[in-house]
């Protein structure tokens, strides 16, 4: 199994059948401090209409699909997924009750841990055993459950080593051409940018190991947008962040996804859930059990059931099955 950090190793290999990265907008790029943009209409509303809410129902315009995914561990299947396909420039939320699975087929999607079974596929080419940090290089990012920010750098520390792939990838174009020096001052102005964005400019010089849990689940988010990112996979981003905050981290999410940005992510907490998923995959037990809207999801039966149905006796009004995350 792979594991680590994405910037434990990010001296990316240029990979020659990487496809050309489309991005509807750079992340953080929409102008000085573009922060969650209030009555901008979801761009991608009307898009699930006429999609079957069944599991593994195609979608028009699919960025990442997932077929008959299987992970084992010892004797337990954590993961046994027949077919996933995410819509391009949505919201899609996966959600299930603890130990679903749902962290262990995020390291699966991403690279951070290989199935024993099936095909994983990103813009329509197999991604099966390629590593995460060439993965980064292809637009697909992903943030962790328990955060990994390296606690003896510096916040900006943090931010310049979000971009390594980038820098990694055009290391030999810009060596070349001298312009090693520009491309540094371009990734710091874009780490500023997106502090800023994040409202962490007074934290840049700040070890990362000062900030609270809830700060470091921003830093996470802001270091994975270094890579300009046009697939974005969150793992629980909310959890343990300060309700003040979890409204301008939701803003963030929406404010991606109105540039162009393509998100998955994994929530406990169903009024978030609810209120900005375009799209819903419910795992349970490691396999698909529904999808659909936020309204199909939350009127099935199955949805419900595997909720109601577990071993802790329900699920509180959040969602959560009584468990601390972090
Ligand atoms: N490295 C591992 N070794 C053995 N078992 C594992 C490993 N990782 C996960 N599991 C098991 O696989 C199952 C799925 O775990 P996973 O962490 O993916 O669930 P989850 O849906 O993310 O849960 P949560 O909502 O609590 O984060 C659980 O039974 C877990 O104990
Ligand atoms: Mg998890």
Do not use: C
């Not at 596929?121 to 390629?130: A, P």
């Not at 700060?215 to 974005?232: D, G, V």
């Amino acid at each position: 199994m792979k594991t680590g950090d994405p910037s434990e190793k990010d001296v990316a290999i240029e990979d020659p059948n990487a496809p050309e990265v489309v991005l509807g907008a750079t992340a953080g790029g929409g102008g000085a401090g573009a922060a969650a943009q209030e009555d901008i209409p979801n761009p991608i509303a009307g898009t699930f209409d006429g999609v079957d809410p069944t599991p593994g129902s195609p979608k028009p315009d699919e960025i990442l699909v997932a077929k008959n995914v299987v992970r084992r561990f010892g004797g337990l299947t954590a993961v046994d997924v027949d077919e996933v396909r995410i819509q391009r420039g949505a919201i899609t939320a996966l959600i299930g009750p603890n130990g679903a699975g749902k962290t262990t087929f995020f390291n699966l999607l991403t690279g951070f841990d290989d199935p024993d079974e099936g095909d994983v596929s990103l813009n329509g080419n197999s991604i099966n055993g390629v590593a995460s940090h060439k993965l980064a290089a292809r637009g697909m990012v992903r943030t962790f459950q328990l955060t990994k920010s390296l606690a003896k750098m510096s916040v900006m520390d943090n931010m310049l080593l979000g971009a390594g792939d980038q820098r990694g990838e055009k290391l030999s174009f810009s060596l070349l051409r001298g312009s090693w020096r520009k491309q540094e001052s371009e990734v710091r102005a874009r780490a500023e940018e997106l502090l800023e964005r994040f409202s962490m400019t007074h934290m840049a010089d700040e070890y990362a190991a000062t900030l609270s849990g809830g700060q470091r689940k921003l830093l996470e988010m802001a270091r994975a947008l270094m890579a300009k990112p046009s697939l974005i996979l969150l793992d629980e981003p909310m959890a343990g962040v300060n309700p003040a905050l979890v409204q301008s981290l939701l803003g963030h999410v929406e404010a991606l996804r109105d540039e162009g940005v393509s998100v998955l992510f994994v929530e406990h907490d169903m009024d978030v859930i609810m209120g900005i998923s375009d799209w819903i995959v419910v795992l349970a037990e490691g396999s698909v059990i529904a999808e659909g809207t936020p309204d199909q999801v939350s009127s099935n039966p199955r949805v419900i059931d595997a909720y109601l149905g577990t071993e802790d006796g329900g699920a509180s009004s959040d969602g959560r099955q009584g468990r601390d995350s972090e």
